[in-house]
């Protein structure tokens, strides 16, 4: 009965998709403009953290982040197929592989130390110009969040304050009754965009060259302020607004989630500087009896 007709609907789905015509429908409908923006949205993350595992480690909590808060926002309520084919295999990834192969690309591009005056052509000018808004350099980041705890700390924060710029739009035109295309939301993306990309240069200088750095620049901290900011205005103006409590099962990934986090530094960071602590104390009460 109910078995003979979940492998008779399976083929009925099998046949209608393997149709050559039904399944380049299928791809029309799914690919549009949006899956475009998505790959260039990742794209240009690829460029701002430079480091394959920080953007899929991102990726995935963004997805994770979808399904959390989906009671809330319900375009966030995708089928699993858009989330993990569509979304990250897919748009994701395309858009991180062109990413860091364009900071590959661009890492062994020679600098060219003249003004602009001694450059000749109106397109060698031009070009000239428009290199002032790229990046300084275009080397690979490598986030150690695990070869210490501070560096731990710092990526935790560093991947909390992109899962909060990721999520504040959506909050933001909902709250405020704004399409996707209105002029202001595409100007905070690209406004967030242009800050982001000195923000984490000066963040990752502090973090692994402090003798360069010895506090984060300005662009790390106008960052860290703007999404501070639209959070404050995202909690003033959604009182009332999402009434439907958090799912239990929702509460329950998230404690166990915490709790990882929480025991993961403790036993990698905590219980070696514990055990060394002890050592040494050791030593000196052996040093004392002699």
Request: charge should be positive.
């Amino acid at each position: 009965g109910l078995l003979y007709d979940s492998f008779q609907y399976l083929g009925e789905r099998i046949t209608f998709i393997t149709n050559t015509s039904n399944l380049s429908r299928l791809i029309q409908n799914a690919i549009d403009i949006f899956c475009l923006a998505h790959a260039l949205g990742w794209f240009g993350k690829a460029l701002i953290l430079r480091d394959y595992w920080f953007c899929w480690i991102l990726s995935i909590a963004f997805e994770l982040a979808e399904y959390s808060l989906q009671h809330q926002l319900p375009n966030f309520a995708e089928c699993w197929w858009d989330h993990w084919v569509l979304d990250v295999l897919l748009c994701n990834w395309l858009g991180i592989y062109v990413g860091m192969r364009t900071c590959a690309y661009f890492e062994v591009k020679h600098f060219t130390w003249r003004s602009i005056q001694s450059t000749k052509g109106v397109r060698r000018k031009t070009k000239r110009v428009l290199k002032q808004f790229t990046p300084h350099d275009w080397t690979e980041f490598h986030w150690e969040g695990t070869s210490s705890f501070a560096s731990y700390c710092a990526v935790f924060l560093l991947l909390a304050t992109f899962l909060a710029a990721e999520l504040n739009p959506f909050y933001l035109k909902s709250l405020l009754w704004m399409e996707p295309s209105h002029p202001i939301i595409i100007s905070r993306l690209a406004g967030v965009f242009m800050c982001a990309l000195p923000a984490v240069r000066e963040l990752y200088q502090y973090l692994n060259h402090p003798e360069k750095a010895v506090r984060m620049g300005q662009h790390a901290w106008l960052l860290f302020a703007t999404i501070l900011t639209e959070l404050l205005i995202i909690f003033k103006w959604s009182r009332g607004m999402f009434a439907e409590p958090f799912p239990t099962y929702i509460k329950f990934a998230w404690s166990v989630g915490s709790a990882l986090l929480i025991v993961y530094p403790s036993f990698k960071f905590g219980l070696p500087t514990i055990r060394r602590y002890l050592r040494r104390a050791e030593r000196k009460r052996l040093n004392k009896i002699e």
